[in-house]
């Protein structure tokens, strides 16, 4: 399964954003740290759906997971 999150230098100067948009993945975590819940992130974001948000999640996670301690 291709990564929900991209990286392309020609799409918000290489950051990381959600596949087929141009949203940067930090939108997910910056509102979750503000108290969003997925579903008002979607409604706010409409190209993102609440599948994308939970993929990015779960990738972070295996990130986190395999990150020496």
């Given amino acids: 399964m291709a990564s ?7 799409i918000m100067g290489g950051r990381p954003v959600f596949r087929g948009t141009r949203v940067p993945v930090e939108v997910l975590f910056d509102n979750l740290k503000d108290g969003l819940s997925l579903d008002e992130i979607v409604e706010a974001y409409p190209s993102l759906s609440r599948d994308d948000l939970i993929a990015c999640l779960e990738e972070s996670g295996r990130v986190f997971e395999k990150a020496p301690m």
Avoid: A
């Fill in 4 to 10: 929900v999150v991209v990286r392309d230098p020609e």
